[in-house]
Nanobody, 123 residues
Framework: VQLQASGGGLVQAGGSLRLSCAAS????????MGWLRQAPGKEREFVAA????????YYADSAKGRFTISRDNAKNTVYLQMNNLKPEDTAVYYC?????????????????WGKGTLVTVSS
């Protein structure tokens, strides 16, 4: 079972990036999935999560109005569209999956974690 995040890179403040997380090894269509991030010297923090159906979506306050999470269960993939990026968004972004979306929101104890992708926002 593997979650592979991609789409990170270097972008100027105000720019956009779209992260993708492709799941393989099993179907995640009945899993809540989400994104967390960890900036240098800081603790990991929750960013966004989406339920298996897409009917429930959660965002951290820092992401509201700028980030949009979505998923395509047919492709076993979850996305994070990030607009109006700020230097404080610089971090390694990880995707995670758990049968309970509340676990993803809590940022602890998820069943599956992926390798992160680095997002760097320059001022």
């Amino acid at each position: 079972v593997q979650l592979q995040a991609s789409g990170g890179g270097l972008v100027q403040a105000g720019g956009s990036l779209r992260l993708s997380c492709a799941a393989s090894g099993r179907t995640f269509s009945n899993y809540g999935m989400g994104w967390l991030r960890q900036a240098p010297g800081k603790e990991r923090e929750f960013v966004a999560a989406i339920s298996w159906s897409g009917g429930s979506i959660y965002y951290a306050d820092s992401a509201k109005g700028r980030f949009t999470i979505s998923r395509d269960n047919a492709k076993n993939t979850v996305y994070l569209q990030m607009n109006n990026l700020k230097p404080e968004d610089t971090a390694v972004y990880y995707c995670a999956a758990d049968p309970r979306i509340t676990t993803v929101v809590g940022g602890q104890g998820m069943d599956f974690w992926g390798k992160g992708t680095l997002v760097t926002v320059s001022s």
